[in-house]
């Protein structure tokens, strides 16, 4: 059986760290962001974690 391709649209997405944590981008900062306060907005530009079950999907489509 051929080996399994990596995903490229999801390697583009996500960030893997040393201990397979996998990081996302946080949503929603495109526009309409003048309205919110700033807490919301500085909450938007750290990156967040993906959850467990998702984080478990994704590491066996990058095969790591």
């Known amino acids: 059986m051929p080996k399994l391709?990596?995903?490229k649209?999801?390697?583009k997405k996500i960030k893997i760290t040393k201990n397979k944590k996998v990081i996302?981008?946080?949503t929603g900062q495109n526009h309409y962001n003048s309205k919110e306060n700033g807490k919301a907005?500085?909450?938007k530009?750290?990156?967040k974690r993906?959850?467990?079950a998702d984080e478990k999907n994704v590491l066996k489509r990058m095969q790591v």
């Open 5 to 7: 391709k990596t995903k």
């Open 9 to 11: 649209a999801l390697v």
């Open 24 to 26: 996302r981008r946080s």
């Open 41 to 43: 907005g500085r909450d």
């Open 45 to 47: 530009r750290g990156d």
């Open 50 to 52: 993906l959850f467990k």
